[in-house]
């Protein structure tokens, strides 16, 4: 007789799994020094490369910073604002947005932006709900490239396997590494902790059958040649950022030994520079000395005052002038962002031109990272229905416009294009192009539909009203009937 046995989830990992951890373990780290560099530009945190020459040995400790891989990186996110996922086609997105609201996708997405900037990528991971109810909506997470990464397939553009490693918020045990694993896997998803051996233990298997790794990455900068993504602090920004840190500091040095002028004094006697006691004064205090008494020599010659120019910083200026353009360059941003102004102001029109750079990158961004969202929805229904969904549906993004129009440039547009009959008064494109968010959209429908039912109820009111005060008509033959 032959007894079939259920196949078991194994408690540790395989062979096959543990060396696919080592390799993907060896990106992590390996990538991990040029992230951080990235992270301490962002934040204003990084060691500025001194030279040596102008900088003295007491001033070692100062520490100037210039945020200007900040501002860049933060103008271009500013622009990328996502809004609502919605299917193509115009049918009822409330599925979409019930995993929207579950996951705090619109909040998420911002964080998401900002580390794809900074990092050069990002990452989305798909995965079963945890209320513990089957209707529970799917899990999608943002995850940092310091805690994950992803082993790619250029040719079929997908991802083979992913990584995680995290501290184990909850679950630490005396004596118990803080780390935990998530291998994500085309057929299941792996969470494993280290045991004392120095070994790993599966405390979960989620097997999805899913076909696909439930991870989506958000590649900024992305080439051919490299499809992991780069940041948009690039070496000649950290060089330019540095380079004025190094002159700011050099500021500094000179408001230190040089910002108060020096004065000399020819042909004065010793005691000129002693007190009423006959003891020496302070340099500090000869120099403070509001007025100086000076008696004449034997010859009966007053002694000649004078000072020296005082340092001019003006010459320093200039050339953090000059850094803030090469800077705007580099981000494509207009100088005054930067700090960079002129004594004749700009118009709003040159600053709207001066923009246009800042805002073909942000519509190029727009479409990369919302092809990594479109896909990472698809795979969220996907975990919730059990099954791929229809391929002819097509799911959109809906992002607020990076340009900033003004109001009545965009309601003038919306109404030409209705008044030619290219969209219809009540479309929600209308509303959409004249510059309403999505939730202002949604007001107006719901208003639309509450204005729809009034006139209803009052156009059968008026039938009522009309049928009440109408004469009777009788009947053929009389009232007798036959």
């Not at 003006?314 to 800077?327: E, F, P, V």
Request: glycine share 8%.
């Amino acid at each position: 007789m032959t007894v079939s046995i259920p196949d078991l989830p194994l408690v540790y990992l395989s062979d096959d799994e543990l060396a696919l951890i080592s390799v993907l373990r060896g990106d992590l780290l390996r990538d991990r020094w040029a992230l951080l560099l990235r992270d301490s530009y962002f934040n204003g945190e990084q060691l500025v490369r001194d030279l040596g020459i102008s900088i003295p040995p007491q001033l070692k400790g100062l520490h100037t910073v210039i945020g200007w891989p900040r501002v860049g990186v933060e103008s271009l996110e500013e622009r990328l604002d996502l809004e609502a996922f919605r299917w193509a086609d115009g049918a009822d997105s409330s599925d979409l947005a019930e995993i929207v609201e579950a996951n705090d996708l619109l909040d998420e997405a911002s964080l998401a932006h900002l580390d794809a900037l900074v990092y050069g990528r990002e990452y989305l991971a798909v995965g079963s709900g945890d209320c513990g109810s089957p209707d529970c909506p799917p899990l999608i997470s943002v995850e940092s490239p310091l805690d994950m990464t992803l082993m790619w397939d250029a040719r079929t553009r997908m991802g083979m396997a992913a990584l995680r490693e995290c501290r184990a918020d909850g679950l630490i045990e005396s004596g118990v590494d803080e780390r935990m694993l998530v291998l994500y896997l085309p057929d299941q998803t792996v969470t494993a902790m280290p045991t004392s051996s120095g070994g790993w233990e599966v405390i979960d298997r989620d097997i999805h059958q899913l076909g696909v790794v439930p991870v989506v990455r958000l590649a900024n900068r992305q080439r051919t040649a490299d499809r992991i993504g780069k940041s948009e602090i690039t070496p000649d920004v950290m060089s330019i950022t540095d380079a004025a840190c190094r002159r700011l500091m050099g500021i500094e040095v000179a408001s230190e030994f040089f910002g108060a002028p020096q004065r000399y004094i020819l042909g004065a006697s010793e005691s000129a520079f002693q007190d009423a006691e006959g003891n020496a004064k302070s340099a500090w205090e000869t120099y403070i000395g509001r007025m100086l008494a000076l008696e004449r020599d034997e010859d009966g010659n007053i002694p000649t005052v004078g000072q020296f120019a005082a340092h001019d910083p003006s010459g320093q200026t200039k050339i953090i002038d000059l850094y803030a353009r090469i800077m705007s360059s580099q981000f494509g941003l207009p100088p005054h962002m930067l700090g960079y102004t002129t004594d004749n102001p700009a118009s709003a029109d040159a600053i709207r031109s001066t923009e246009a750079k800042l805002v073909k990158r942000s519509e190029r961004r727009i479409r990369r990272f919302g092809a990594a969202w479109q896909q990472a929805m698809r795979l969220a229904l996907w975990v919730r229905d059990g099954e791929p969904p229809d391929k002819a549906r097509h799911i959109e993004t809906v992002w607020r416009n990076p340009a900033t129009p003004t109001v009545a440039a965009q309601a003038d547009a919306t109404v030409k294009l209705v008044q030619a009959g290219i969209i219809p008064a009540d479309s929600d494109v209308a509303l959409e192009m004249a510059g309403l968010t999505e939730g202002q959209r949604m007001r107006v429908r719901a208003d639309r539909r509450r204005a729809q039912g009034s006139s209803v109820l009052d156009r059968l009111a008026q039938m009522g009203a009309a049928a009440d005060t109408a004469p009777a008509v009788e009947a053929p033959g009389g009232s007798g009937g036959f």
